[in-house]
């Protein structure tokens, strides 16, 4: 359990407030309650971590309850699902209950309400019962069916139960306050006639509660001590209370309706109904289409559970809706997978390179270090020949002295493997290279530990063997949005900001042997490309991937430079009155030390932010710090970290920074060095 209430969000302040006032720690209950609908997204993500989070930290149950009282829109499919992805995210729910198995429950509550006076069943059509509850600055009227007499009401409801009428026809209504301030409370609905089959009950029942009716019964049966809904629940919470008034016992627990801020997102959206749209409309092949917000869709792009638990952790529970920058999303994956991922070489846009002093027939297997961020990872061999593959874009005949790959006349080194300098070049009747002449030092092999092994050279590249290499289908996906809010538009549809490139795929890509016997659970970094998944729809003879994730925010680069491009009097003002990223993140971190609980983590969550529009060169003479300044040394810490992830190369400079950060006597600043150590 937290301790401390700087280290509390207001849901878990709201909770160490009621076991301060008396309450058993060991009546705590949570609970998540989906409605089988649909497949759960990144936004349902919020809620699982908050409440089994809660779970955890109090070491309290939580139920998965299913909110099936609908039997128009909800599958057995959709139930599957949302279990699935519960349990891939890592949490167990203490009881799998369903709003369905409290039907006969909640039925003879209502009964006891129609006898109280309190319920009625109305006639009258949708339309009109809308009309009579008025405004929010008008009262509404009373159906004519109000005063209905008790018998007649429960006459009705036994023959609405038993199917004798059409759907629409009647409704049972609770009879709270016509005049209420809250419309929420002018005779709400508490059931309402669908004559269709229930995925559980069949055709048991003709009638289903409405959601209001349901919710806190259902909290109130399981016992549930903390009942979270997300904002627009708000307004419910004093209808919420009043049906529990209407049953509520005082030998037993009274649940607590509490709301918080649902997440969103930038670059997508989360309506299930929009998001339907995507699948009915085949603009995605499907709810896991890797584009997709859904739980299903992040994990086929290779997004871990890891990952998305830790970006519920640091966008944090908020009282007021806002939006997420999707770049903290891919931030989370980023540092998950740089730490797991296993380092491999694919050639996605190849072009030949023939090592002309190099053995013809000749096949040499050299070490590749697994990953160098994680302890005891081991190497794997790679095939190493004559003829390689490399990528177009690591070649130019001519360059200038800021071209650090492979030219005419200059020097890189293949990585793993030997140093080399361009000879010559093949090409076509149009011009294009198909053949790149090197000669290598073959006496520069990587580890070789040779004199020329410790040549520095500016450029590494990956490469493949010819001879040796697999191919694949390489899938590479972008946003799926152009617009960071595209249903945010009024009358244009947000499908009018679909990014016709959100999926470019590479049908012949060459990877190295290693790759081939890749599984589903594997995880990669195409060195110098990005991080990559095996797709589901691979086969053996088939292999297909699926990029997960640059290793830095490229998007994020390509809007700056449009940006940058505008008008200068177009440009609105960067934050803090025009300071530049690099002041901020010092402005921050000099009071870094001092911080504590959420403002702490406020500050290390904008720094990382900051630190994706900070250059090298920007932060290299901050390495300098004076040894006292330990805030804003442990601000440059967090920052190399991004750029390192990012997929800067380490030196010899960053290597003694972060040496100085592990031998400090500052606890903080020591973490963050053994970070990204």
């Given amino acids: 359990m937290k301790e401390g209430s700087d280290s509390l969000n207001f849901i878990e302040q709201i909770i160490s407030e009621d076991l301060k006032s008396g309450m058993d720690k060991n009546v705590l209950r949570f609970r998540f309650p989906p409605e089988p609908n649909g497949y759960l997204h990144i936004g349902h993500a919020a809620s699982i971590c908050l409440n089994f989070g809660l779970g955890e930290d109090y070491q309290s149950p939580v139920n998965l309850r299913f909110d099936d009282t609908n039997p128009s829109k909800e599958e057995q499919e959709f139930v599957d699902s949302i279990k699935s992805d519960i349990e891939w995210l890592g949490f167990e729910w203490a009881k799998e209950c369903y709003t369905s198995d409290y039907f006969q429950e909640l039925y003879d509550w209502a009964v006891e309400l129609i006898k109280k006076g309190k319920a009625y069943i109305d006639g009258q059509s949708p339309e009109l019962i809308a009309e009579q509850k008025g405004t929010p600055t008008e009262p509404g009227k009373p159906s004519p069916h109000r005063d209905r007499p008790v018998e007649e009401n429960l006459d009705l409801f036994e023959k609405m139960k038993n199917g004798e009428f059409e759907a629409g026809s009647y409704v049972l209504r609770a009879k709270i306050d016509m005049a209420s301030p809250n419309m ?17 009950t069949g055709t048991d029942w003709c ?204 020097e890189v080194r293949l990585k793993n493997a030997y140093i080399i300098k361009g000879e010559s070049v093949d090409k076509d009747e149009n011009g294009n290279i198909t053949t790149i002449y090197c000669t290598a030092d073959l006496d520069s092999r990587s580890g070789s530990g040779t004199e020329a092994s410790m040549r ?64 589903m659970d594997d995880k990669f970094q195409f060195q110098r490309v990005g991080y990559f998944t095996l797709d589901k729809d691979s ?51 000099k009071k870094y030390t001092n911080l504590s609980g959420n403002k702490l983590e406020t500050a290390r969550n904008s720094i990382i932010k900051l630190a994706e529009d900070i250059s090298y060169e920007e932060l290299e003479p901050l390495f300098g710090t004076a040894k006292k300044k330990v805030g804003t040394r442990i601000g440059v810490t967090i920052a190399l970290g991004v750029l390192l992830n990012k997929g800067l190369e380490r030196n010899d400079a960053i290597n003694e920074f972060i040496q100085a950060g592990l031998e400090d006597d500052n606890d903080l600043l020591k973490e963050e060095a053994n970070g990204i150590q």
Wanted: charged fraction near 30%; include cysteine; aromatic fraction near 10%.
């Fill in 184 to 200: 929420l409370m002018r005779d709400p609905l508490m059931y309402r006639i669908i004559n269709k089959a229930h995925h559980r």
């Fill in 207 to 410: 009638i289903y509660p409405m959601y209001d009716w349901a919710h806190g019964q259902s909290d109130y049966i399981e016992q549930v001590s903390h009942s979270l809904c997300t904002l627009e629940f708000k307004s419910h919470r004093e209808l919420y209370d009043w049906f529990l008034d209407q049953i509520y016992d005082e030998n037993k627990l009274r649940p607590k309706q509490r709301e918080f801020a649902r997440r969103n997102l930038s670059y997508t959206v989360m309506s299930k109904r929009k998001l339907l749209e995507l699948v009915q409309s085949k603009t995605v092949a499907g709810w896991d289409d890797p584009r997709m917000p859904t739980i299903s869709g992040l994990r086929r792009r290779g997004y871990t559970p890891e990952s998305i638990r830790k970006f519920s952790e640091i966008s944090g529970i908020s009282k007021r809706d806002s939006v997420t920058d999707v770049s903290l999303l891919e931030y989370a994956i980023r540092e998950d997978l740089n730490k797991k991922a296993t380092r491999a070489m694919a050639v996605l846009d190849p072009v030949k390179l023939v090592i002309t002093n190099y053995p013809e027939g000749k096949t040499e297997m050299l070490e590749a270090e697994n990953n160098p961020e994680m302890e005891n990872s081991g190497v794997h061999e790679v095939p190493f020949s004559r003829e390689l593959y490399i990528e177009k874009d690591d070649f130019k005949e001519e360059a200038g002295n800021k071209y650090f790959r492979l030219t005419l006349g200059k």
């Fill in 456 to 519: 520095k050279v500016k450029g590494t590249l990956h490469w493949v063997s010819i001879e040796h290499a697999v191919k694949a289908e390489v899938r590479e996906y972008d946003r799926l949005f152009l617009d960071e809010a595209p249903d945010a538009h009024g009358e244009k549809s947000f499908m009018e900001f679909i990014n016709p490139d959100s999926l470019k795929i590479t049908k012949e890509a060459y990877l190295e042997p290693f790759l081939a016997s890749s599984s």
């Fill in 539 to 589: 086969s053996k003879d088939h292999l297909i991937f699926n990029k997960t994730v640059g290793l830095k925010d490229s998007w994020a680069k390509s809007q700056s430079k449009e940006q940058n491009q505008a008008p200068k009097q177009n440009q609105a003002p960067a934050k803090g009155g025009g300071r530049s990223p690099i002041n901020e993140l010092q402005k921050i971190s």
